[in-house]
Nanobody, 118 residues
Framework: QVQLVESGGGLVQAGGSLRLTCADTEHAFSSYAMAWFRQAPGNERELVAVISYSGSHTYYVDDVKGRFTIFRDNAKATTYLQMDTLKPEDTAVYYC???????????WGQGTQVTVSS
C-alpha cells in the first residue's frame, strides 16, 4: 500500500513559489527523519533536504539553501517543502522519503512533477 503521498507540484514561472506536501497516510513515520529528493530527466535522483523527526535539525543541498524550507507537522503526519525563488533548473520530479537510518530509506512516495518555466 502507498504510505507516502506527495502533492503540490505544478507549473510555475521562474521566481515563483510552490509548496510540496508529503502525507504519511498510515502515520507510520513520525519517529523517522524525512527527506525530499528530486530527479530531473537524464539525471540521477539527488537529495534536496532532510528534517529530523523532531523538526529541530535540517539539512539542505547547497543549490537550494536560502530558497527552500523543509518543515513538518507530526500531529498531521505531514512533511512540507516550501520552494521559493524557483529556477528553471529546479524542474524535476520531487519525491519524499522516510529515512530509517542515515542514507537508508524505509518508504518512498510516488513523486510530484515540478516544472519551472523561464
Amino acid at each position: 500500500q502507498v504510505q507516502l503521498v506527495e502533492s503540490g507540484g505544478g507549473l510555475v514561472q521562474a521566481g515563483g513559489s510552490l509548496r510540496l506536501t508529503c502525507a504519511d497516510t498510515e502515520h507510520a513515520f513520525s519517529s523517522y527523519a524525512m527527506a525530499w529528493f528530486r530527479q530531473a530527466p537524464g539525471n540521477e535522483r539527488e537529495l534536496v533536504a532532510v528534517i529530523s523527526y523532531s523538526g529541530s535539525h535540517t539539512y539542505y543541498v547547497d543549490d537550494v539553501k536560502g530558497r527552500f524550507t523543509i518543515f513538518r507537522d507530526n500531529a498531521k503526519a505531514t512533511t512540507y517543502l516550501q520552494m521559493d525563488t524557483l529556477k528553471p533548473e529546479d524542474t524535476a520530479v520531487y519525491y519524499c522519503a522516510a529515512e530509517s537510518e542515515p542514507g537508508s530509506y524505509a518508504a518512498w512516495g510516488q513523486g510530484t512533477q515540478v516544472t519551472v518555466s523561464s
